[in-house]
């Protein structure tokens, strides 16, 4: 549905704007809300000419003697991306398995994780020993 202007305009204002934040932040706290705002930023206008190309397609495509276009109004909408999710703000992980070896390498790379046995090779463990 978008054509090449609209791929090369998104891809533009996301490099003019990580440009933009990559020199101004100040502190990973910041280049995570400008990179928040930015991806929300190119998400609704790729959205906004996606909706524009949709429009112009049903108006091209009605049925003329049945459908006169007799104006345009402009509407606003409010949609959410979604949230981020960052690592350095996780306060608390817990890893939880049967106790294979592989599960439990995952310690190693989450410093201050801790190991949890799942339930039932919890019962198992406690009704063996």
Known sequence: M???RHL???ILLLHNGLTKILA???DFYELE????KLSQKVSSQMLIWTLEQLDLNLMNNRDRETWEVIGFKEKQTYAKTGDIWAINRVEEINIGGD??????QGLEYFPG????????HL???LIEK
């Open 8 to 10: 090369v305009g998104a």
């Open 2 to 4: 978008l054509n090449i």
């Open 24 to 26: 101004e932040s100040k």
């Open 123 to 125: 019962s198992k463990n």
């Open 33 to 36: 809300k400008g990179i928040s």
């Open 99 to 104: 106790g294979e070896k592989g599960v439990k």
């Open 113 to 120: 994780a801790r190991y949890r046995l799942d339930p039932y």
